[in-house]
């Protein structure tokens, strides 16, 4: 959608501040000994306190409130009985709606622990985010951000996801720009637009760089089982430094 009014940026921002919270709780609370269903319902209950509506649940059925995946995995993971272990690299993934707007915001961790080679992985990714979002300005081309992603990759010797994309956000999860890539399309023309609202999530992996679906019929896992990242915010682009609705930055 694009933002254009007062009232849309108001309740983008409530929904953003909710999904940012709800997913910052997850990642505190996320211990070993936990299931990642338990962990799901710690946001489930966070979002329902606020008056928000998983998103994924609401839109596409899916068994969960969140997506918590486990490395190899790394989207679409399904909440179940399986415990968290020490040191496990995962991501979890919220998404939610309060009075019909829509925020979507993400994450990976490593369990209880400092893994270097994964804390690597996680500063490139976290960077890449950072980067993309700062450079998603009104007028410029929306491959800059796909651009951005792959560069900041490479350069910390990692590949993207080819198969993985941003979107845009705001009436629905999913909406128009449908594919915001993770790579740099020559040939895709399209412009950044004042008040379009936008999640961008790069997803980074140490493999070649794509995934495949599992049995469960959601979960997408890296097609070599490498590593993998991803970091998310929802932002509304403006004519200089977007709104980065799931930012927060009065608490941590
Ligand atoms: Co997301
Ligand atoms: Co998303």
Redesign the pocket.
Known sequence: MTADSEKDIKYLKAIGRVVALALKKMMKDAKPGMTTAELDHIGKEFLEKEGAKSAPQAMYKFPGATCISISPVIAHGIPTDRILREGELINI?V?AEMDGYFA?T?GSMVVSKRVPELEKLLEATRSALAKAVHIAIAGQPLNIIGKTIQQEANQNGFNVIYDLT??G?GHK??EEPSEVFNYYKSKDRRILAEGLVL?I?PFLTAGKGHVVEQKDGWSLQTIDKTIAAQF?HTIIVTKNEPIILTLIKDID
């Open positions: 993934d998404s979507d993400g941003g979107h956000i999860l999913h999640a999530e998310e």
